[in-house]
């Protein structure tokens, strides 16, 4: 997959780390050269220096063929700008905004923008907004050591029970959406073609779920 990261603060600069670790292509924007120095010269990413919403920057960083897009940088304001020029003029698939202000950040969403806040768990929000296309990350606990997730029933799942899923200490289903009703299932309830599954799980068994659901990371 091929991503970019706007800002190389302690987020971004994390961010970056977690999807150049995992194989991905990263392009790192920032408009200072001792931020982008401090990703040193093992990085395997690629950083540019320039103002991460100029779309001539955007344009060398390969916004175009980007899937991809986090804004993280310490301004709010530069963020939005960002995420929704990532987003409604480039349309990227993937658009994750980091945004301090809860009255700005209930904007982006009604706005149709994905936002996550506080920095305490964002790099692992984003990377998971990212990288886990199938599985959509709700919300997270703590330190973000704790996620609930939601994805959706695909045949190859369907007629399995709940309790497949379900991996003590690790991971449970809390919810099921089946044609629009919620239901609180049983270990022994049968998944069908269509039906919405709302986990709760550790963070760290992310690749353990897509594992059970036969799904591989972004890429």
């Known amino acids: 997959m091929k991503a970019i990261v706007m800002g190389c603060g302690q987020v971004g600069e994390r961010v970056a780390r977690l999807l150049a670790r995992e194989g991905h292509e990263v392009v790192v924007v920032d408009s200072s050269d001792e931020a982008l120095e401090r990703l040193g010269k093992d990085f395997r990413g690629r950083t540019l220096r320039g103002v991460g ?3 001539a920057v955007l344009l060398e960083a390969g916004i175009d063929q980007a899937e991809a897009f986090a ?10 700008v960002a995420a929704r020029i990532a987003r409604n003029v480039f349309h990227i698939p993937r658009v994750v905004a980091r945004v301090h202000d809860q009255r700005r950040a209930e904007l982006c969403r009604r706005l149709g923008l994905v936002t996550i806040s506080p920095p305490v768990w964002g790099a692992g929000r984003i990377f998971h907004l990212l990288t886990h296309r199938e599985i959509d ?4 606990f703590g330190g973000g050591q704790v996620v609930l997730v939601s994805f959706e029933v695909e045949p190859s799942l369907a007629g ?15 919810a099921l959406v089946r044609q629009g009703a919620a239901h609180l299932p049983t270990l022994g309830t049968e998944l069908r ?3 919405l599954v709302y986990m709760s799980l550790q963070a760290s068994a992310m690749p353990r779920l897509e594992g059970m659901l036969g799904l591989g990371e972004g890429g």
């Open 53 to 55: 919403f100029d779309r």
């Open 193 to 195: 073609d269509g039906d």
């Open 160 to 174: 399995r029970m709940v309790k497949d899923l379900t991996v003590p200490g690790e991971g449970v289903v809390v």
């Open 71 to 80: 804004a993280t940088t310490s301004s709010d304001s530069a963020n939005i």
């Open 137 to 140: 990350v709700e919300s997270s």
